[in-house]
C-alpha cells in the first residue's frame, strides 16, 4: 500500500527524502506485525476509555485497575523498546507514564479529601433561635 502512495512522488524524485524513508519504515512490516500492532492499540486505546472514563465518574476502583493495566502497557513497551527503540513506542511509553504520575496524584488526592471527611465531619447545624 506504501508503495502505491509514494510511487507518484518517487518517480518524480527517486531522491525523495520523504517518500524513501516512508518505504524504509514500512519494508520490515509484515502482515502479523501490522495486525499485532492494530490489536495491541486497540486494546490500550478501550482499557483506556473504560478507566478514564470510570475515572471521571469517581469510581475509586478504578484508580489500581488504572496502575496495573497502564504498569503492564509500560513493562511491555519498554522490552520492545531495548529490542527495538522507535519514536512512537517511547512516545506511547512516555505518554503512558504521565498517566500514571496522574492517576497516582489524583487517587491521593481523592484518598486525601475522603479521609478528612470521615475524621472530621460537618458540625451539626445550630438550632434556629
Do not use: C
Request: aromatic share 14%; no cysteine.
Amino acid at each position: 500500500m506504501m508503495v502505491r502512495l509514494t510511487q507518484h512522488e518517487l518517480s518524480e524524485d527517486p531522491h525523495d527524502v520523504i517518500a524513501n524513508r516512508i518505504l524504509g519504515y514500512t519494508h520490515g512490516l509484515t502482515g502479523s506485525a501490522v495486525t499485532f500492532a492494530a490489536l495491541y492499540l486497540l486494546v490500550h486505546g478501550i482499557v483506556k476509555i473504560v478507566l478514564v472514563a470510570a475515572l471521571l465518574r469517581n469510581q475509586a476502583w478504578a484508580y489500581p485497575w488504572m496502575f496495573g493495566f497502564l504498569v503492564l502497557f509500560i513493562g511491555y513497551q519498554l522490552y520492545r523498546l531495548a529490542l527495538d527503540p522507535t519514536f512512537w513506542l517511547t512516545a506511547l511509553t512516555v505518554f503512558d507514564a504521565l498517566m500514571v504520575w496522574l492517576t497516582w496524584r489524583e487517587w491521593r488526592r481523592q484518598s486525601a479529601d475522603r479521609t478528612v471527611g470521615v475524621r472530621d465531619p460537618a458540625p451539626p447545624a445550630a438550632p434556629p433561635h
